[in-house]
Each structure stands twice: as structure tokens, then as C-alpha cells.
């Protein structure tokens, strides 16, 4: 999310309705000379806040599932991993 943050910031400008045939550099730096290098990560809070528990939930159930095959007796490879996450 923090890596991926300016370009959705540049991508959400480019939608506006408010904008009409502007180019990515023209919106990079309008967002630049406005608010700065801190612009491109402008609504990061709210984006961690879904991305942060989801990924959570993502890595709890891979190991709970991969160790739950594991002890089953499964040897652990592709399946077990595919099958985990």
C-alpha cells in the first residue's frame, strides 16, 4: 500500500470529473507544486486501515491451514502451499 499509494493518488486525479484531458505529468505535478512530496500519499490512513486487517486474515489462515495439513500428514510442498494460501 505505501509503494502503490501515489500512483492510486495520480490515477484517482485523472478520474475526477473535474479534470478534462490532462496528462499523467500534468497531474504529478499539480500534485507536486500543491501539496508536496507528502501529496502522492494523501489518504494512506483509510487505505492501511482495509489493507492492514485483511492481510492479516490472509497470512492467519495460510498457517493455520498449512499447519493443519502438516500434522495431518501431508509433506509439505506445493500442495500443502497452494492449498494454505
Given at each position: ?29 499539480q500534485i507536486w507544486r500543491s501539496d508536496g512530496v507528502l501529496g502522492f500519499w494523501r489518504g494512506i490512513g483509510p487505505m492501511l486501515a482495509g ?35
Open positions: 500500500a505505501l509503494t502503490t499509494c501515489p500512483l492510486e493518488v495520480v490515477k484517482t486525479h485523472l478520474q475526477s470529473k473535474n479534470v478534462l484531458r490532462r496528462s499523467i505529468s500534468d497531474v504529478v505535478m489493507v492492514v486487517p485483511a492481510r492479516a486474515v490472509n497470512f492467519w489462515a495460510y498457517n493455520a491451514v498449512k499447519g493443519h495439513l502438516l500434522s495431518a500428514g501431508y509433506s509439505e510442498g506445493p500442495l500443502v502451499h497452494m492449498t494454505g494460501g
